[in-house]
């Protein structure tokens, strides 16, 4: 009898016996997921529901010595390993047809050593479980703004959110990993043991293996933070881009921003009148003293009228989830983004247009401020490119109907081709989606040594046992 599912790394089937198979079942220690179970569907499903990939097996492991037991199993066998941490990864690089997945999504516990301020999180843990076990000790890792996300692959392709301009990127905060690689054999890599290796976990785009543990060195945080949204009125969307340039031309490094242009939800703190049509939220994370937050975020608020100011004093824990609510799991999604030096008049003017199409309820355009702290690391210490861009812009949409697929993706790639023709420096690696065109790939890791990082990934998985 033979399981003919799965496949090899480049796609070929590969025929496991039924005994063989059964016997790596049972030296397991955690639940393995088989193409029978009736859970299956379920358990496979990731944040983006446009992905629709069938894993040979599911393998949901809970600490190192089961992850080692599949790696082995995989490479003796030929089968091609793919890995799940949030599985938030709009592309689903985490799911793989016919390939073994290595979930580690119930594998989440963080540690906190306050007084080296070292925090310790397995490899499946989320934005939320780093920022509550840190929090209680006045730390933070600074990651990214929806707490839902995955620490794992967020850090593995850089990781910007409130605090980057003040602090950096995750994964210039990350100081060692333990990681399963393709012999099966887990290895502490730290800049002093595998120098080249961490230099490429450090906002590569991936890892020739499986990363168990991240250990990252924290920063020190007040808890409460000066947050939230400050809503503009429909017709007042250039004046609101017009302060968002002001507010960002002066900002210290502990103002973290973004400007958001899409249809206003229907909240009760905003008037009937204005639910679902186009406005200008900025949304800010002051981490700064007390006593200039109202100068430095004068150039938003001075003489404005706005249609909501929920800018108020926060636990900066609860500010991390504040916008979950609007990224929910299993609707249809597509984005594309792309990095600028300047907010100029031509890619404002693209912005608004794009802004009176907007294909869904859903769909928005997100200005992020970046800069500060993530410009002045050097590129030595990791493989993040994009470190001098002050902005990322992103075009962004979800919805549930597939019949609606076309008008979705046609106004991404349509708002993401204006912008890209004025500026030409590419996207986020973390933001690429499934179809990517190798202009894409490549502008995503402009600057970054290519022939540097495929060596490394060559000398740790020679076989390209993971995808
Ligand atoms: C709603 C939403 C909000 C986001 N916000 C931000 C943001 O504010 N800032 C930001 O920088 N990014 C953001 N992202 C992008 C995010 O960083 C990427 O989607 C990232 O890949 C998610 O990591 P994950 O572990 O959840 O994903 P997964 O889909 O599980 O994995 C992503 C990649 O990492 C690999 N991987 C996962 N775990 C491991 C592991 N333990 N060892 C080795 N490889 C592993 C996977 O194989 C895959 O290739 C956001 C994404 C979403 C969907």
Not at 164 to 181: A, K, M, N, P
Not at 255 to 262: E, F, N, S
Not at 316 to 332: N, P
Request: charged share 25%.
């Amino acid at each position: 009898m033979s399981h003919a599912a799965f496949r090899s790394p480049d796609g070929t089937p590969i025929e496991v016996s039924a005994t063989a198979l059964a016997s790596f079942r049972d030296e397991l220690e955690c639940t393995s997921v088989g193409i029978d179970d009736p859970h299956f569907d379920e358990i496979r499903q990731i944040w983006n529901a446009m992905i629709d990939r069938r894993p040979g097996l599911i393998v949901r492991c809970r600490h190192a010595e089961d992850v080692q037991r599949c790696v082995q199993f995989a490479g003796h066998h030929g089968i091609g390993v793919s890995v799940r941490g949030g599985g938030h990864n709009i592309g689903g690089r985490a799911l793989a047809d016919g390939k073994l997945l290595i979930d580690l999504s119930s594998d989440r516990s963080v540690q906190v050593d306050a007084e080296t301020r070292t925090v310790v999180v397995r490899g499946g843990g989320l934005l939320s479980d780093v920022d509550t076990a840190t929090a209680p000790h006045g730390l933070v890792v600074p990651t990214g703004i929806i707490s839902e996300t995955g620490i794992a692959g967020l850090t593995l392709g850089g990781g910007f959110g409130w605090l980057s301009r003040r602090f950096g990127l995750t994964c210039d905060h990350l100081r060692r990993v333990e990681l399963v690689t393709s012999e099966g054999v887990s290895r502490a890599v730290d800049d002093e043991h595998h120098p080249e290796l961490i230099w490429a976990l450090r906002g590569g785009g991936g890892a020739p293996g499986v990363v168990t543990s991240f250990e990252f060195r924290a920063q020190r945080l007040n808890p409460m933070v000066v947050g939230g949204p400050h809503f503009r009125a429909p017709d007042e969307l250039e004046d609101a881009i017009d302060r968002f340039r002001r507010l960002t031309a002066r900002a210290p490094d502990e103002l973290g921003c973004m400007l958001k242009l899409a249809a206003a939800p229907a909240a009760p703190f905003l008037p009937t009148a204005m639910h679902g049509r186009p406005v200008a939220t900025t949304i800010v994370c002051h981490t700064g003293d007390a006593g200039r937050i109202d100068g430095d975020l004068d150039p938003l608020r001075s003489g404005v009228q706005p249609a909501a100011d929920l800018i108020v004093s926060r636990p900066f824990v609860a500010l991390q989830s504040m916008f979950d609510g609007g990224e929910r799991k299993g609707r249809r999604n597509y984005w594309k983004s792309e990095y600028i030096g300047d907010l100029d008049d031509a890619i404002v003017a693209g912005l608004l247009d794009a802004t009176q199409h907007l294909p869904s309820s859903s769909a928005n355009i997100k200005v992020f401020f970046l800069g500060g702290a993530v410009s002045r690391i050097s590129h030595e210490s990791s493989a993040a490119a994009h470190r001098d861009a002050r902005f990322i812009v992103v075009a962004a949409t979800a919805w549930d109907d597939p019949a609606h697929d076309e008008a979705n993706i046609g106004w991404v790639r349509e708002t993401h081709a204006r912008v890209y023709e004025r500026s030409g420096r590419g996207g986020y690696i973390n933001f690429l989606t499934e179809d990517v065109d190798p202009r894409e790939r490549a502008t995503a890791q402009a600057g970054v040594d290519l022939a540097r990082l495929e060596l490394i990934r060559r000398r740790y998985d020679p076989n390209g046992l993971f995808v």
